[in-house]
């Protein structure tokens, strides 16, 4: 498989449950990200990893815990999150280059997640 | 912060027509400039990528330019189809890793 996959592609959970969002890149990347995407607002970037190390946390909920195992795999673990976290959630990967130089992200279709 | 306002929000035009859809940034100090194009409930798929010291990149019937100096940058699609139709998103990279994105333009393309 190439490119980038995202697993599930659609989840519905309720507040009081914990569950996880799963990213692969097969692109031979080294930096991972998450990003979150509402009804009618711009793409809001969550979280970067660069050589499995976080470099960008943009004051997200701590509700929201990402974990980078390897540069291939990417997790965004999920609990008691709101109604409001609904959102299409999307996972990219790119090359980087140097300490503030990334090239051309590539995304993966997205998780569809409704919070009940 | 770096802004990033895409205008229109939505353009509808005759298959055939050539279009240009706008995008501007508040800070010049960025990295580079992607354009993606997004289908309704999908990922984003990469169009063109203008590093900073570029002025425009071409691809097919898509040609990108950059003004970094004014914070402008054009997507130019040229004898447009009906699956040229979806959602035209701009994003830039900054200098702290950040990337901010434009609310794109939904473009339709009528047979």
């Known amino acids: 498989e190439t490119g980038v996959t995202q697993t599930p592609r659609h989840l519905v959970m309720g507040m009081t449950n914990k569950k996880s969002l799963k990213c692969e890149q097969h692109l031979g990347h080294n930096a991972m990200y998450w990003y979150k995407q509402s009804a009618k607002k711009p793409l809001e970037l969550m979280f970067v990893y660069s050589l499995e190390e976080r470099v960008e946390n943009n004051s997200v909920p701590s509700r929201f815990s990402p974990e980078c195992p390897n540069s291939s795999h990417l997790f965004l673990h999920l609990h008691t999150l709101q109604p409001e976290d609904s959102a299409l959630y999307l996972c990219a990967s790119s090359r980087r280059t140097g300490a503030n130089s990334y090239n051309e992200q590539f995304f993966g279709p997205g998780t569809r997640l409704t919070v009940l | 912060k770096q802004e990033v306002t895409q205008i229109p929000a939505a353009l509808s035009v005759p298959e055939g027509e050539n279009l240009v859809l706008n995008c501007s940034f508040t800070?010049?100090?960025?990295?580079?400039l992607q354009w993606f194009r997004q289908d309704p409930g999908k990922g984003l798929t990469s169009l063109l990528l203008i590093q900073s010291s570029q002025r425009e990149q071409t691809s097919g019937r898509l040609n990108a330019s950059l003004d970094k100096s004014s914070g402008r940058s054009t997507l130019y699609i040229a004898a447009s189809q009906p699956g040229d139709s979806a959602t035209y998103l701009c994003?830039?990279?900054?200098?702290?890793?950040?990337?901010?994105f434009g609310a794109g333009t939904r473009l339709t393309v009528k047979p």
């Open positions: 994003a830039v990279q900054s200098d702290n890793n950040d990337m901010r």
């Open positions: 800070d010049s100090a960025i990295y580079n």
